[in-house]
């Protein structure tokens, strides 16, 4: 992977940097390198051994065609996940998590669908026949459906993964896709269940800078997977074409030997 992960820079964006030890959950000591000043210190050679693997599992999925959804809504990770899965066109939650995203998608899409049938209103002029109060409601619901589904607008069906940061704060989000056996990757700090995941990387998922590590890492994987995807298809499209161009000549002969043959 051109991706190379080094330790050094883990190191430098203080990804090893875990909870206070009084708040640490036992199942995340076996990556935990040691304790210091009431800290734990997150084993970086295993971050980035669990980066590695994480990333050759998302970018099968993005070459698969299927969409990635991230989830942060703590502050100072929204607009670094904003910013990252929207260059790589995946979906994101930023605002607060939708309860039954996942479970109850079909009643997600329904609002996802309001929001395009109020973009109609406002293109066809049906929009400005309505009162004054009127159009003030249609913006007011445009505008909180835009906050909290507009990044997953163009999300038709449910994701192939999740990527979280910080399973304690999405634990419904967590849930959900337990629930559907959605594969979870995540960022897991030493105070988290990394049983609930099934790609842990475990990092500090409170730091923006660490955070902004590791989703570089992440999304230059998707990327690598989508541009992959666009390369098969691209060779799939030529391939068809000149197996069109070889057939032409083959059945204009074709059409002249039944000529003759009349």
Same mark, same amino acid.
């Given at each position: 992977?051109?991706?190379?992960?080094?330790?050094?820079?883990?190191?430098?964006?203080?990804?090893?940097?875990?909870?206070?030890?009084?708040?640490?959950?036992?199942?995340?000591?076996?990556?935990?390198?040691?304790?210091?000043?009431?800290?734990?210190?997150?084993?970086?050679?295993?971050?980035?051994?669990?980066?590695?693997?994480?990333?050759?599992?998302?970018?099968?999925?993005?070459?698969?065609?299927?969409?990635?959804?991230?989830? &942060?809504? +703590? @502050?100072? /990770?929204?607009?670094?996940?904003?910013? %990252?899965? $929207?260059?790589?066109?995946?979906?994101?939650?930023? =605002?607060?998590?939708?309860?039954?995203?996942?479970?109850?998608?079909?009643?997600?899409?329904? &609002?996802? +669908? @309001?929001? /395009?049938?109020?973009?109609?209103?406002? %293109?066809? $002029?049906?929009?400005?026949?309505?009162?004054?109060? =009127?159009?003030?409601?249609?913006?007011?619901?445009?505008?909180?459906?835009?906050?909290?589904?507009?990044?997953?607008?163009?999300?038709?069906?449910?994701?192939?993964?999740?990527?979280?940061?910080?399973?304690?704060?999405?634990?419904?989000?967590?849930?959900?896709?337990?629930?559907?056996?959605?594969?979870?990757?995540?960022?897991?700090?030493?105070?988290?269940?990394?049983?609930?995941?099934?790609?842990?990387?475990?990092?500090?998922?409170?730091?923006?800078?660490?955070?902004?590590?590791?989703?570089?890492?992440?999304?230059?994987?998707?990327?690598?997977?989508?541009?992959?995807?666009?390369?098969?298809?691209?060779?799939?499209?030529?391939?068809?074409?000149?197996?069109?161009?070889?057939?032409?000549?083959?059945?204009?002969?074709?059409?002249?030997?039944?000529?003759?043959?009349?």
């Amino acid at each position: 992977m051109a991706n190379n992960i080094e330790v050094k820079d883990l190191l430098e964006a203080g990804v090893h940097f875990g909870h206070l030890t009084r708040k640490w959950n036992p199942n995340m000591a076996p990556y935990i390198y040691m304790e210091r000043n009431g800290i734990h210190v997150i084993n970086l050679y295993k971050t980035a051994a669990k980066i590695e693997e994480a990333n050759e599992a998302l970018k099968k999925i993005a070459a698969s065609g299927r969409k990635i959804l991230f989830v &942060a809504t +703590k @502050k100072q /990770a929204k607009d670094i996940v904003a910013d %990252k899965a $929207g260059a790589v066109n995946m979906p994101y939650i930023t =605002e607060r998590w939708p309860g039954g995203m996942l479970t109850n998608f079909v009643t997600i899409r329904k &609002a996802v +669908k @309001k929001m /395009a049938a109020i973009d109609r209103m406002k %293109k066809d $002029g049906t929009f400005d026949t309505l009162s004054k109060k =009127e159009k003030l409601q249609i913006d007011r619901l445009r505008a909180k459906l835009e906050k909290n589904l507009g990044s997953i607008s163009d999300m038709t069906r449910l994701p192939g993964a999740l990527f979280i940061v910080d399973t304690m704060r999405e634990h419904i989000a967590v849930k959900e896709a337990q629930k559907l056996n959605i594969p979870i990757f995540a960022m897991v700090d030493t105070n988290s269940d990394p049983r609930e995941v099934d790609y842990v990387i475990p990092s500090n998922d409170d730091a923006s800078k660490s955070i902004e590590k590791v989703l570089s890492h992440v999304t230059a994987a998707v990327a690598e997977g989508l541009s992959e995807r666009k390369s098969d298809k691209d060779a799939e499209k030529a391939a068809k074409e000149s197996e069109g161009k070889a057939e032409a000549p083959a059945k204009e002969a074709e059409a002249a030997t039944s000529e003759d043959n009349e």
